[in-house]
């Protein structure tokens, strides 16, 4: 019987924006005719990418990276105990207990950040410009001037935050591991423009939702089941009212750079930073850590990259099957280059 229940498509739109599905490596396919390619021009500052390792001992700072699309990440040193915010809350006590067994990280939502690696309040973000004379002017922050060596393996970086006074700290240069073409085209910063939930049953689409933010998502759903849910009841429905509350902040930003690093920038000035690399290049599989652990794969999964018409498509979906039947759920997040 090709039936979805309704209520379910309820606990899996929680689950998932909660990132409570234990994502597999699954593919979602694509309607479009254009799968796998796309427009990108190179970033802005793709020259002045770098990342920076700390080598100071005492310092303030553990490192400092400037992404390709002038995005500045300073990891602030705080003796490597993880400092958390607001989002740490989202866990076993927001959710019914059923749920909450199925607590795990999605790529955008990091709901197990207890045992996140970094999260928010270490994290400076904000843009940066070069000027002539090569220094680094971070808005909201101050100047890094970077000096290389004779022998090219070393650095020196001159940091003078607004209003304060400077510092000379050594550091050493990240690898860019990350330099084929569709690495390329990831690594800038992207805004997600739109969330999609569907479910399809034996390669069938029976539920397609969209949205352009989570509360037009669950309006949407909650619109597509009173018109498909013969015994549809509001009650059914009301928690997901305080849905974006649980959350406790929405992505709006995805950044990936070419060391591995990629960022979470959420609703109300909230970030997460983690790594990621590909699982499967060629077929478009990449897996990201929260836990800097991707053997093990806790705190971490599978996303399926696809580049279309110029924008990003990130899908992470889980398959079942149940006497014959196979069902696929999960969730795309369509993105578009910052620029």
Known sequence: MEKISLKAMKALLMCLVLGMVPFCLASCGSDDDDEGTGTFNPPA???QAAKYEISDDGSSYESIEFTESGNYIITMNDGGQPAYAPLAS???ESVSGKLAELVKSSIVVNAGSKHATRVYSP???GTYTVGADGVYNLDGFGTVKVTQDGSGNAFSLEITPNGGS????TATKQNEN???SKSLMLCRTWQISECQLFVKLNGRKMLDIKGNSLEELVDNLIDW???NDPEFSEDDYSDLDDLDDIVGGWPEQVVFT???TYMVYYTEDQLAVSTWRWADEDAGVMQYSWTNDFESGYGGGYVDIDFRGGRLYMTESDTEVDEGYTTE???TYVLTEVK
């Open 225 to 227: 089941a009173r018109k």
């Open 258 to 260: 070419k060391t591995g």
């Open 329 to 331: 759920s999960g969730m």
């Open 123 to 125: 994290i400076l973000y």
């Open 90 to 92: 989202v866990g076993k």
């Open 45 to 47: 500052f793709e020259s």
């Open 166 to 169: 400077t510092e000379t700290i």
């Open 178 to 180: 990350f330099n084929s």
